[in-house]
């Protein structure tokens, strides 16, 4: 799903199951919850690893609740799904003629993000050197993205 990124306003407290039915009970979740409940307070990229398809947005989602960004939007991108050459629009998007076929403005993911969360999930299905050179060191137009607050 190319160009295409799940945008989501963040659910209120409400909207979310109560902590006991995340976390239960056992001694292993609830070393969990205080590493998520600390990772909530602390500003700054967090990666969460597991095994695929684990849930890991859960307790992405989780922090992001807990942060001092809750209020804001949660964005999701599904790696897998972006091709290595697409990394840096999809991530930062682009501007008309950047390249052949660019025919409009389009933001990336991590614009609406502002203040806000960005989840890329299954990071590692994308090539370590795409996103080190994409991530590393906007250049260009892309400055603009490296004014965006997320979490």
Known sequence: MIGKFATLKSPS???WPPEEVIFGQSSTMSTI???VEKAANA???LLL???SSTGKEIPARFVHR???WGNGTFV???CPAIP???VESELFGYEKGAFTG???MKPGSIEPAHRGAHFLDDIGALRAESLLRDCGEPEGDLNKAASVSVQ
């Open 84 to 86: 290595g050459t697409l």
């Open 76 to 78: 999701e991108v599904s």
């Open 43 to 45: 500003n700054m990229p």
């Open 49 to 51: 690893q597991s095994e």
């Open 33 to 35: 919850q205080r590493s």
């Open 13 to 15: 407290m409400e909207e």
């Open 66 to 68: 807990q942060s001092r």
């Open 102 to 104: 660019a025919y409009g």
